[in-house]
């Protein structure tokens, strides 16, 4: 199992980005994916998720503003993230759930300034 977020960087408070993570080594379709993030200090959270199905489902933090989707013909899952706040800067990380196995990628930074 391989997961690789890309997508982060510096933007401006109100800015948006689109992280994406690239999957291999499983059936990515069968799986649901979610996105987690973790500021310093703090404990890692999640952010979205979505199932096989394609229902997502959200924190509330981030409701109205992110939008997780994923296209299974390129195994890949994206987060989009508007209106962003300084709040929301933390390094990104895609998790997949199989069993008793969790799976992370290597994650991606975020940093909103204000």
């Known amino acids: 199992v391989q997961l690789v977020e890309s997508g982060g960087g510096l933007v401006q408070a109100g800015g948006s980005l689109r992280l994406s993570c690239a999957a291999s080594?499983?059936?990515?379709?069968?799986?649901?994916i979610g996105w987690y993030r973790q500021a310093p200090g703090t404990q890692r959270e999640r952010v979205a998720i979505i199932t096989s199905g394609g229902s997502t489902n959200y924190a509330a933090s981030v409701k109205g503003r992110f939008t997780i989707s994923r296209d299974n013909a390129k195994n890949t899952v994206y987060l989009q993230m508007n209106s962003l706040k300084p709040e929301d800067t933390a390094v990104y990380y895609c998790?997949?759930?199989?069993?008793?196995?969790?799976?992370w990628g290597q994650g991606t930074q975020v940093t909103v300034s204000s």
């Open positions: 998790n997949l759930l199989r069993g008793p196995h969790a799976y």
């Open positions: 080594g499983f059936t990515f379709a069968d799986y649901a």
